[in-house]
């Protein structure tokens, strides 16, 4: 069962590091705004990707496996399975920085 803040939390963390040094960030968005949906994430892989890796980094037993390391490697799969060039720079080239906010958010629920 996801814990009820930590996707929004997720949300708010990605968009302050990753969204707010996108290329495809639309202008009247800055740092200060993170805490706010942006429109342009319903088109982002990351955030379509974003419920899914909630819900495997709170199942997987961290004894078994490094969250961080199999949500990166899920991040990159997509990316390598996605058709769209600029979708799959997104998830590859962010992969690290995604997996990393939700593994240690995971890690504190």
């Given at each position: 069962?996801?814990?009820?803040?930590?996707?929004?939390?997720?949300?708010?963390?990605?968009?302050?590091?990753?969204?707010?040094?996108?290329?495809?960030?639309?202008w009247?968005?800055?740092?200060?705004?993170?805490?706010?949906?942006?429109?342009?994430?319903?088109?982002?892989?990351?955030?379509?990707?974003?419920?899914?890796?909630?819900?495997?980094?709170?199942?997987?037993?961290?004894?078994?496996?490094?969250?961080?390391?199999?949500?990166?490697h899920?991040?990159?799969?997509?990316?390598?399975?996605e058709?769209?060039?600029?979708?799959?720079?997104?998830?590859?080239?962010?992969?690290?920085?995604?997996?990393?906010?939700?593994?240690?958010?995971?890690?504190?629920?």
């Amino acid at each position: 069962m996801r814990h009820p803040n930590l996707q929004h939390a997720a949300e708010a963390q990605i968009r302050a590091h990753i969204c707010s040094k996108c290329p495809r960030q639309p202008w009247e968005f800055r740092d200060d705004t993170a805490a706010v949906a942006w429109r342009c994430q319903r088109a982002c892989p990351i955030f379509q990707m974003l419920p899914h890796l909630v819900d495997r980094a709170e199942l997987l037993d961290p004894m078994l496996c490094s969250r961080e390391q199999l949500l990166r490697h899920e991040l990159e799969e997509a990316g390598r399975s996605e058709a769209s060039r600029i979708r799959s720079t997104l998830l590859n080239h962010n992969a690290a920085d995604v997996a990393h906010i939700v593994a240690d958010l995971a890690e504190d629920t």
